[in-house]
């Protein structure tokens, strides 16, 4: 028997529905007026149900209530979004009881645009989806990167606040090329660096990177000493787009014994790992393979460190 279809859910933030306007996912919602159909003029925010819970709601709200500001882009109270999400992820579950175990997981975006041209008001809804198949092979079989100049240096963000650096927008043309030019050169996904040679970040992830050593000094974990593992991310004031998952999961290593880091990282920071992740917050924890063909670190020392760090971000709520 064929297995039914998961559709898309859509609930539309509208004040004469208290809880949502539930909308067809297969016939047309939006206008062909809409300035986030014609000018990518808005912001989004992706995350993850489990088991019927949103992961990381507030973080995620926060976040696009700070790309909103960015935009000057009026958006409605976090409580008219919470209710939305409630509704779109039971709707999901419901039409599917018999398919969808309770650890399921459910991909819930939150989009926003400036509207129709000429009105007043935006268009803002909640649309809940699967979860795409590959995101879900690469937590287990990692991935293969490639770095790719963003075209920018590492200062541009304070220069020119105007390019909405920190902002997660709907103009996502540039993060989908690099993408796709990372799929013809035989990789999965990319690490952008700046023109100054800083590491920045992926184009829908966060960049990770642990060392292992030892309190004697030691690397690689081994030697007489007690292991210390320390975790370090980009710093955040080099236009990267701050990350709720990354946020989250440096609490927990902290709590749970490690040492965290910020950049400034270059390339060569990554290849002398003992692991790489691209974090992000459908994805969760990606383990980078390889990148520009060598190897980080070895198939051990990831498969371990990603196992702990899985467990601890399987924690978070």
Known sequence: MTPPA???VLVFLDPAFENGRLADATQPQLMATDQGATRGDGVFESLLAVGGRARKLQAHL????G??????LGIPAEDAWRRAVETAIGEYRSAHPAAIPEEDEVVVKLIVTRGVEGASSPTCWVQASPVPAAGRRQRESGIDVILLDRGYDSDIAERAPWLLLGAKTLSYAVNMAALRHAHKQGADDVIFTSADGR???????????AHLETSDGGAGGGGGGSAVKRLITPQLDSGILPGTSQGALFAAAKAAGWELGYGPLEPQDLMDADAVWLISSIRLLAPVNHIDGQEIGTPAVRKQLTAELSELFAGIE
């Open 67 to 72: 790309s909103a500001r960015a935009l000057e």
């Open 199 to 209: 590491v920045l970040e992926g184009p829908t992830s966060t960049v990770l990177l």
């Open 6 to 8: 998961f559709a898309t």
């Open 62 to 65: 926060s976040r696009l209530a």
